[in-house]
Each structure stands twice: as C-alpha cells, then as structure tokens.
C-alpha cells in the first residue's frame, strides 16, 4: 500500500466500521478529497448515490477489507518496534 499522508491517516481512523457505506459528513472532520485520495491508495471504495449532487452527501465510500488487514499489520508491527525499543 502507498504511504498515507497525516490526514489520510486521521481520515482511515475516524471510520470504525468495516463495509459499511458512509459520507462526507459521516465521517466528521474530513475533506472529500482526502477521502478521494484513498481511494486513489486502495483503502477505500466509492459510488455516487442516484439524484442531485450534494457534495457532501452524494458521493460514498467504504472501507475495503483489504485496508482492514494492512492497518491489523502496520499496528503489530508498531507494538514489536516499540517493545524493541524499551
């Protein structure tokens, strides 16, 4: 997976539930944008619900399981590098 950027990574921690679709304003403190960007990495998927567009609203995504696996791993690898450390 492509390195995240620290808004990305704020972005992926705000969402909590695994393939669950979701919006902008759902997730809260975030841009549309960067959550496009995810999906540009891999770690989000998206459509666009059908009727006018608000761009809050309209467009939404949701977390792949294969996001879900890398975030479990980068986690252990964190844990066994700062242990490592102390």
């Known amino acids: 997976m492509a390195q995240l950027t620290v808004y990305e990574e704020k972005a992926l921690a705000n969402i909590e539930e695994h393939e669950v679709w979701f919006s902008v304003s759902d997730v809260g403190n975030c841009r549309l944008s960067t959550l496009n960007k995810?999906?540009?990495?891999?770690y989000?998927?998206?459509?666009?619900?059908?009727?006018p567009y608000i761009?809050?609203?309209?467009?939404?995504?949701?977390?792949?399981?294969?996001?879900?696996?890398?975030?479990?791993?980068s986690a252990a690898l964190g844990k066994r590098a700062s242990a490592a450390v102390n």
Request: proline share 6%; aromatic share 4%.
């Open 55 to 73: 761009p809050n609203e309209s467009i939404l995504f949701k977390k792949r399981a294969s996001a879900a696996l890398g975030e479990g791993a």
């Open 44 to 51: 989000l998927d998206r459509i666009r619900r059908p009727g």
């Open 38 to 42: 995810l999906v540009e990495k891999g």
